[in-house]
């Protein structure tokens, strides 16, 4: 797999719904980041989803090179 592209270093707050689906972006090319718009096509990326089991604040990784995907871990200070 290629390495994703850094859409920002740092997260992305996102207000999420309890039960709704979020697709993160995996690739780094999606316009409607943290979220894929399937700017990946054709290639070997496939959005992480996600289910919120509550509503509350997420910090969503913004540089998609987290080991706690689809959750920001910090990875982007050694970026």
Not at 62 to 68: L, P
């Amino acid at each position: 797999m290629s390495d994703p592209i850094i859409a920002q270093k740092g997260a992305y707050e996102v207000e999420v719904e309890a039960g709704k689906r979020y697709f993160w972006c995996t690739c780094g090319q999606s316009k409607n980041q943290p979220f894929c718009d399937g700017a990946h096509t054709g290639s070997d990326f496939r959005p992480h989803v996600w289910t919120a089991d509550e509503a509350k604040t997420i910090s969503f990784c913004g540089c998609k090179h987290t080991k706690d995907a689809p959750f920001c871990d910090g990875s982007h200070a050694k970026l």
